[in-house]
């Protein structure tokens, strides 16, 4: 299998340049001060559909000829690369049917709705990207149409390979050479392409992937020597939780990407926090991952120069209870106990006097099963002001009720009541 070259990507950025936008490199003064390095993002998320993903389907769908595209497209995607079919169909005129899972963001779906307007059908099928997958798949052999694959396909390669083309242009012009290229990874497609320019222009940069801890299929592949399918995942980073990489990624990616890296699903969303917080950008849990594996190779990037793709800022605002209820257990600073409490009165505070510091806070108190003895389980959430008082938190539960049981070492418990 040959492989996308630089050569590809400038064909594919002549044919989509006046398509997309030309998104900024953008120096990031709080990033850079943390980790003691020169770090730049590239901002996909202000793309026209807040994602990378435009890219790799305006591409693709224009190269299609006049007869396929009269037949319709049909594709399958976590949210992003919709937007970016639906946002192409609208405006070469051409159906579509986007197959998403049941459980992707409402603000996606109806992203798509909006970019694609009446020339986009949606079927949501499936609890993963995999599942709608074999859906659309099956749709497209049913039904004589194109099946627009969203990441496994050379033109999608070479359409993602684009935004590399402008970030190394612009970091040059500057008078950066990037020491490390820092990109998501999900189904491989943006990877291959920022690989597939990267190395064939400035050899020297390291490539670094992120996945999601709990959807690190390329790494899975890696150590296989081959695409395998994980037997479950973590779907919180919707943007990237893919069960299995393509082959054409898959290849890619094992000849030009120096290192992989993956980043617990905790950090990502302070991360996201953090974007919002102090930089005003909106990332979604996908686009946030390669900033949030600076954390990780913060030792190695120090005095370097780095960019982070910001891939997408498509986040459903209503996710951002959970994102920091995430942040908050990942910080150490949240966690969730059974305790059996004396059924009596005064049994709460004698608990807050005896167990709680000064500063702790009680998020959650609730009876899993009032029952007539003398003591009753406790369902407790606690906010700690600091993760370093845990351990005399953790001493004083264990006078109060030496039976206690701490959800975060227990897993079931933890989904099932939490």
Same mark, same amino acid.
């Given at each position: ?11 594919? *950025?002549?044919?989509? @340049? ?5 998104? $900024? ?58 937007? /970016?079919?639906? *946002? ?13 899972? +049941? ?12 970019? /694609? ?21 099956? #749709? ?6 194109? #099946?627009?694959? $969203? ?25 950066? @050479? $990037? ?14 392409g920022v690989s597939s320019y990267v190395k064939n222009t400035e050899p020297s940069t390291k490539i670094i992937g992120v996945e999601p ?47 992989? +890296? ?19 950008? +909106? ?10 594996? !600076? ?45 059996? *409490? ?8 004698? #608990? ?12 959650? *108190? ?7 003895? /003398?003591?009753?389980? +406790? !369902? ?18 264990? @006078? ?19």
């Amino acid at each position: 299998m040959d492989l996308v070259t630089d050569q590809d990507v400038r064909e594919a *950025f002549q044919t989509i @340049k006046q398509a997309v936008t030309r998104t $900024p490199l953008q120096h990031d003064r709080y990033l850079s001060e943390k980790y003691q390095a020169n770090v730049l993002l590239k901002r996909e998320d202000l793309q026209k559909v807040r994602s990378f993903k435009l890219r790799g389907a305006y591409y693709a769908i224009k190269r299609l000829s006049a007869e396929d595209l009269a037949k319709g497209v049909v594709c399958a995607s976590a949210g992003n690369h919709a937007q /970016g079919v639906a *946002f192409t169909c609208h405006e070469l005129k051409a159906q579509a049917d986007i197959f998403m899972p +049941v459980t992707t963001p409402q603000q996606k779906v109806g992203q798509v709705r909006f970019f /694609g307007g009446d020339d986009v059908t949606i079927h949501l099928v499936g609890d993963t990207f995999d599942a709608a997958a074999t859906a659309a798949r099956q #749709f497209t052999e049913e039904n004589g149409k194109t #099946f627009i694959d $969203p990441f496994d396909d050379q033109a999608i390669i070479a359409g993602q390979g684009t935004l590399a083309l402008e970030m190394m242009t612009d970091a040059l012009q500057e008078g950066f @050479k $990037p020491d490390y290229v820092v990109c998501a990874i999900g189904g491989g497609g943006l990877i291959s392409g920022v690989s597939s320019y990267v190395k064939n222009t400035e050899p020297s940069t390291k490539i670094i992937g992120v996945e999601p801890a709990g959807a690190a299929s390329m790494q899975a592949a890696f150590d296989q020597g081959e695409p395998i399918e994980l037997s479950e995942i973590e779907k919180f980073v919707d943007g990237a939780a893919v069960k299995k990489v393509g082959q054409q990624t898959y290849q890619h990616a094992k000849k030009q990407v120096d290192q992989l +890296v993956a980043v617990d699903e905790g950090l990502v969303c302070s991360t996201i926090l953090s974007l919002y917080g102090k930089q005003a950008i +909106v990332a979604e849990p996908a686009g946030a991952l390669s900033v949030a594996a !600076l954390e990780l190779l913060k030792e190695e990037i120090k005095g370097k120069t780095v960019i982070c793709v910001i891939s997408g800022g498509n986040n459903d605002i209503n996710r951002m209870a959970e994102i920091d209820e995430r942040s908050l257990v990942y910080e150490g600073l949240k966690h969730y106990f059974v305790v059996n *409490f004396p059924q009596r009165p005064g049994a709460t505070k004698e #608990f807050v006097q005896s167990v709680l510091g000064p500063e702790d806070d009680i998020t959650r *108190f609730e009876y899993t099963k009032k029952i007539n003895r /003398g003591t009753g389980p +406790v !369902l407790l959430g606690i906010l700690l002001q600091n993760a370093a008082d845990l351990d005399k938190l953790l001493t004083n539960l264990k @006078k109060f009720d030496p039976q206690y049981i701490d959800l975060s070492q227990n897993k079931m418990l933890y989904s099932l009541l939490v």
